[in-house]
């Protein structure tokens, strides 16, 4: 399985937000998607989601091309949103069996491989409880579940941390790790670049709609003349050097 992304320029309107974005993604690796505020991380997921026609540009999961068979090619990625999306009429068992049925996965399946995400997440006494009256950080969890009882190629996922108290930011990461392990992908776009640095494979660091900086730590040393550094270094470094260009 390969994510690819070629020559991605798109925005909301006429006016293109992402600009001639290029990227590919390999099976058995977490990839940090990275930027400030308005550089393009949710644009560019938006559109690998395909809620974003693109302008211009190729994106395929496992070679199937978005553009030739949309619900194929999302049959192979699952998303955790970085707000929370819950139903008020809708219990935790039922999000799971909606999720499931989204999929083609059948109910049994699904409960599962849900079980264990349920007690590392300390829900497994939540199922028959709507997710409405859940905290932030439960809510979160919901959205992880669900993503997870999936087993996609490719994780999407939105500033994962947001809301979630210590024990859930480990479990989240150590679900991420078991994943790679399988040979799946995990895109994730964060603000937490110390956490990025300790357990991505490799960055896309975008600015004003553009890749300005993409490899692993050393790669990124490399091109930004700054050895030793760390990724928030060079994170504030090619982003400033953006604002002042």
């Known amino acids: 399985m390969t994510v690819q ?12 937000i992402i600009k001639n974005i290029n990227f590919s993604l390999q099976p058995g690796e977490i990839v940090g998607l990275i930027g400030l505020n308005g550089a393009g991380k949710s644009t560019t997921i938006k559109h690998l989601l395909g809620l974003l026609t ?17 619900e194929a090619y999302r049959q192979h990625l699952s998303y955790i949103p970085e707000s929370p999306v819950i139903y008020d009429t809708l219990t935790l068992k039922e999000h799971i069996e909606m999720t499931a049925m989204a999929y083609g996965i059948d109910s049994e399946t699904a409960m599962r491989r849900a079980h264990p995400l349920l007690n590392t997440f300390r829900l497994e006494d939540q199922l028959d409880v709507f997710p409405s009256h859940f905290s932030k950080g439960m809510k979160q969890k919901v959205m992880i579940i669900c993503a997870f009882i999936v087993e996609p190629d490719l994780y999407i996922i939105d500033e994962p941390f947001l809301g979630l108290d210590p024990l859930g930011i480990q479990s989240m990461l150590d679900l991420m790790e078991t994943k790679k392990k399988e040979g799946r992908t995990v895109l994730m776009s964060t603000h937490i670049l110390a956490t990025a640095e300790r357990y991505c494979d490799r960055f896309i660091i975008l600015d004003q709609g ?19 550094r760390t990724l928030d270094d060079i994170y504030i470094e090619v982003t400033q050097r953006g604002a002042s260009s």
């Open 210 to 228: 553009e890749i300005v900086a993409m490899g692993d730590l050393d790669a990124l040393r490399a091109q930004t003349n700054m050895p030793n």
């Open 54 to 70: 693109p302008m211009e540009g190729e994106m395929s999961i496992s070679n199937i091309d978005i553009k030739e068979d949309i």
């Open 5 to 16: 992304v070629t020559d991605l320029t798109g925005g909301y309107g006429r006016t293109p």
